[in-house]
């Protein structure tokens, strides 16, 4: 996946909590857009612990990157009122 496509997702305004797919079945759920720095080759995404505050980082190859999906969650939708 390109650097443009996450980007895209990450700045759209208002902002839409998406799902990031990699290869393996492993997914991440993306709630803010400081969650994620995207890079030329790799995304740095902040995982959360208690209280939604990201305790830790994974690096992403974006070339391990399958797919990326709108999250329509009742958590998602919880965030925006």
């Excluded at 969650?35 to 505050?53: K, M, P």
Aim: charged residues 30%.
């Amino acid at each position: 996946m390109r650097p443009e496509d996450i980007r895209e997702f990450t700045r759209r305004q208002p902002f839409e909590p998406y799902r990031i797919h990699i290869t393996g079945g492993q997914t991440y759920d993306i709630y803010h857009p400081d969650q994620v720095i995207v890079l030329r080759s790799r995304l740095i995404v902040g995982v959360a612990g208690e209280n939604d505050v990201p305790d830790r980082v994974e690096h992403l190859a974006l070339i391990h990157v399958v797919r990326v999906e709108e999250l329509h969650s009742e958590r998602a939708i919880g965030q925006q009122n």
